[in-house]
């Protein structure tokens, strides 16, 4: 059984700065693309970021390019996003997904997801 567990998240201010950790236990992730996801209250889950464990490759949406970090810890299966100069349209629960064998941006392709955390940025 795959388990994706996001911890990190919070209320912050505006230009502030938060770190999302995704732990990942179960299996070997070698082969897999982990993403981060979001969605606001009313809106569809938003990609924000992905990156392949092997080659460490990343990719990020526009919204959040220069701001926001993806990485990850290959020993201790964890995926981190630095979330940096905060907006209040950044305000989100946020995902993280694992995708098996397949580098993607799409959610449906992902094959596990986290129970995700909440991101509350103040004005």
């Known amino acids: 059984q795959v388990q994706l567990v996001e911890s990190g998240g919070g209320l912050v201010q505006s230009g502030g700065s938060l770190r999302l950790s995704c732990a990942a236990s179960?299996?070997?992730?070698?082969?897999?693309?982990m993403g981060w996801f979001r969605q606001a209250p009313g809106k569809e889950r938003e990609f924000i970021a992905y990156i392949t464990w092997i080659g460490g490759s990343t990719y990020y949406t526009d919204s959040v390019k220069d701001r926001f970090t993806i990485s990850r810890d290959n020993a201790k299966n964890t995926v981190y996003l630095q979330m940096n100069s905060l907006k209040p349209e950044d305000t989100a629960v946020y995902y993280c997904a694992a995708a098996r064998r397949t580098i993607t941006i799409r959610d449906y392709q992902y094959d596990y997801w986290g129970q995700g955390t909440q991101v509350t940025v103040s004005s």
């Open positions: 179960g299996r070997a992730f070698s082969s897999y693309t």
